[in-house]
């Protein structure tokens, strides 16, 4: 049995999480920072200062409603890559220093397998063999994961990630940050076959993605027919656009799915919680015959509590952090193979 402590602050929200046995979730507690709404996006130096701020309320916060005391912890994780860097090095230096000062191990934790272990998480009972898409604001990446550890890259973008598309759309369309969100809820209201965009085309046998162009198209649209962000035409624009990056995701996960032997589906990251990319991929599944598993919302955003379970991963398996471990923006999952592109 053991209790994790993990610390999330790889972006803009700062979180703090307790988990036994990389199962249960005794508390789980997640801050967002409401001060970028006014900059239509993350302002790395302010999302810094506001970790710094809330960090430590938000741990004790943790701890409290978890109803243990510090000695009770056998670990503490955190994110130490790939994010902002100033603000993964709040997060680091907080975890790093409660580990010091108890005693106890400091786990350091890919910020991509955490989202991975999110599905283990909401999933317990589901084997840790799956073909993933993890897409936020920052990845979209198809992820074959064949047990703790073992993962093979399958597909890639090449240029933005699809969160990144949604939140610039958003901007384009006058919607607040963060855009998914937004995006989600007025596409709802829309025909996604009003106005259809030319999906990006790589190689015939490319599981990788490309979504700098499809937000190209959309800028020339509305350059070309500002009538398009009117109330009546909006939903119809941004239903469109979403089921272009839905269909390109859906489709590569698919054939994705197709090349691996894993028999199981999974979809985590921020955008995972995406209404539209949910159902697409529930429907893709049930076609295919086989399990989807995909974590409620609140573990798809950046959050602790799977930092936390990766952690106890980690500690099982005895992958301590140095006393110098430090924090990297930019940090490949290590892969056992780059890719099965033909």
């Not at 093979?152 to 090449?158: C, S």
């Not at 962000?229 to 839905?246: G, I, M, Y």
């Not at 602790?304 to 005895?318: K, N, R, T």
Request: charge should be neutral.
């Amino acid at each position: 049995m053991s209790l994790i402590l993990g610390v999330e602050t790889s972006c803009d929200e700062s979180s703090a999480a307790v988990v036994r046995d990389g199962k249960e979730i005794l508390s789980h507690i997640i801050l967002s920072q409401d001060i970028h709404r006014v900059y239509g996006g993350v302002v790395p130096e302010l999302a810094s200062r506001e970790h710094i701020r809330t960090i430590v309320p938000v741990v004790r916060q943790a701890m409290d409603e978890a109803g243990i005391s510090k000695q009770d912890l056998d670990g503490v994780a955190a994110t130490v890559g790939p994010g902002l860097i100033g603000s993964l090095v709040v997060g680091l230096s907080t975890a790093r220093s409660y580990a010091w000062a108890l005693g106890i191990p400091f786990l350091p934790i890919h910020h991509l397998e955490a989202h991975l272990y999110a599905v283990k998480l909401a999933c317990p009972d589901k084997p840790f063999r799956f073909v993933a898409l993890i897409v936020s604001g920052g990845h979209t990446e198809l992820v074959e994961v064949r047990g703790e550890g073992r993962y093979r890259l399958l597909g890639e973008t090449r240029d933005d990630a699809a969160g990144e598309a949604f939140d610039k759309v958003a901007k384009m369309a006058g919607l607040p940050y963060p855009g998914g969100p937004a995006v989600d809820k007025l596409a709802a209201k829309g025909d996604p076959s009003r106005y259809p965009f030319t999906r990006a085309r790589l190689e015939k046998d490319s599981l990788d993605f490309s979504f700098s162009g499809i937000k190209t198209a959309v800028r020339y649209a509305i350059r070309d027919d500002p009538g398009l962000l009117s109330d009546e035409n909006k939903p119809h624009l941004l239903a469109s656009f979403q089921n272009s990056v839905v269909g390109v995701l859906t489709e590569n996960a698919r054939r994705a799915f197709r090349r691996s032997d894993t028999g199981q589906l999974a979809l985590c990251g921020g955008v995972a919680a995406n209404t539209r990319l949910r159902a697409s991929f529930e429907e893709m599944a049930a076609g295919e015959g086989v399990p989807l598993l995909v974590p409620p919302p609140v573990l798809c955003t950046d959050n602790a509590a799977m930092v936390a379970a990766a952690g106890e991963s980690a500690f099982a398996a005895a992958r301590f952090a140095p006393r110098n471990q430090g924090a990297f923006a930019d940090l490949p999952l290590p892969f056992e193979k780059k890719s099965i592109n033909a």
